[in-house]
Each structure stands twice: as C-alpha cells, then as structure tokens.
Antibody, heavy 115, light 110 residues
Framework: QVQLVESGGGLVKPGGSLRLSCAASGFTFSDYYMSWIRQAPGKGLEWISYISDNGRTTYHADSVKGRFTISRDNAKNSLYLQMNSLTAGDTAVYYC????????WGQGTMVTVSS | QSALTQPPSVSGSPGQSVTISCTGT?????????VTWYQQPPGTAPKLIIY???NRPSGVPERFSGSKSGNTASLTISGLQAEDEADYYCSSYTRSNTYVFGTGTTVNVL
C-alpha cells in the first residue's frame, strides 16, 4: 500500500546537524512533488519545504531557509532533509508528505535539540 | 508568512453541525483555490479530508464539506460523530510559492 516512513530523528545538541530520510513505497515516487512538515510538541503544523518531482525546484519556509535543505533520490524512492545549525526551536516531530496537497503522511520522526 | 487564523476550539453534540473558519489574506486563501483541510486525532499523523477548497478524497465521509468566501475558508462537519473529535488544520498555497497552515482547531463532541 501507499506508505511513507521517516527515519533519522534523535537528540542533537544546539548548533548540530541531522539528516532525515523518508522512504516511499506503493506509488511512483518520481511522479510526485514531496514535502516536509513539522509539529513542535503541543503545537500546530508548520510547512517546512517542498521539492518538485524532478528535484530541480525547491522552496523552504523563512524559518529554516539557509539552514535546511530538501533533496530527493528518485532511484531510491527517498526524500531527505538536511538540517544544520539546529536550535531548540527546531524541536518537533518531522513528517514527510506526498505532493503539495499533503495527501499521504508518514508517521513522523522526532527531533530533539537540547544540550 | 503568518499562520492562517482558526478558532482554538468548537464544540457540538452528536448529530449537530459545526463549522470551522480559516482566515487568511489576499496573498493566500483569497487568491487561490488551493485550500486543504486535515484531521489529526491525538497521537496520530494528520489525514487529508478536503482539497482544493471543497473536494473530498475517496473514503472521506460526505458529512465533511468545505467552502470559501473571500479570504476565509470553512470546514463544516454535519451530523457530528464521536469519532470526529480531533484537531483540524487548514492550509493554503501562498503568493510566495510556499504553503501556510492554520493555527488549528480542536473539535469537542459533547
């Protein structure tokens, strides 16, 4: 069935880096734009970034621009989020989602930024 | 980009109807029909329930409906059921080629 599975979350110190991955299955990954969305504990959803189907076009929210980079490998059916210069404000569950309607979501991976 | 404005909570008894508003600006909701709605029960990932203002994905009950007027989109749940108790979020495409979510609304079934 159509599925997205995130991985790579964990505990990281302020100023550190982390790379999240999202493995897609059950659909033709290369046909879809893909997105990252996060949710801080007890807070609402925040759109982070999206990437076009061929990977040539990307957009990031102002809150992460210059620190986070979205990328994809269509041969591996995988989406990535490279996160640098992390701060406590980046602590959240990070979801990958299909398309820009976000019609399919993964289960999320928790990122905690703390010393 | 500021979050779209939703009421913190709405309540209704089983069988009643509730409506959640989602207010943006002419740079997002008011200028594009790319408004979506998501349902998030506690401890789970969000689920798409409305796309392009008023369209329901396959499998979403007909009691969920969406509309838009000016800078405000709305989600109506008719015939409220206990299983509808969840957080609901709207989202819109923006003039900056980005996306923005609403502040979220908790639906309480009395």
């Amino acid at each position: 069935q159509v599925q997205l599975v995130e991985s790579g979350g964990g505990l990281v110190k302020p100023g550190g880096s982390l790379r999240l991955s999202c493995a897609a299955s059950g659909f033709t990954f290369s046909d879809y734009y893909m997105s990252w969305i996060r949710q801080a504990p007890g807070k609402g959803l925040e759109w982070i970034s999206y990437i076009s189907d061929n990977g040539r076009t990307t957009y990031h929210a102002d809150s992460v621009k210059g620190r986070f980079t979205i990328s994809r490998d269509n041969a591996k059916n995988s989406l990535y989020l490279q996160m640098n210069s992390l701060t406590a404000g980046d602590t959240a569950v990070y979801y990958c989602a299909r398309a820009v309607t976000f019609d399919i979501w993964g289960q999320g991976t928790m990122v905690t930024v703390s010393s | 980009q500021s979050a779209l404005t939703q009421p913190p909570s709405v309540s209704g008894s089983p069988g009643q109807s509730v409506t959640i508003s989602c207010t943006g600006t002419s740079s997002d909701v008011g200028n594009y029909n790319r408004v979506t709605w998501y349902q998030q029960p506690p401890g789970t990932a969000p689920k798409l329930i409305i796309y392009e203002v008023s369209n329901r994905p396959s499998g979403v009950p007909e009691r969920f409906s969406g509309s838009k007027s000016g800078n405000t989109a709305s989600l109506t749940i008719s015939g409220l059921q206990a299983e509808d108790e969840a957080d609901y979020y709207c989202s819109s495409y923006t003039r900056s080629n980005t996306y923005v979510f609403g502040t979220g609304t908790t639906v309480n079934v009395l």
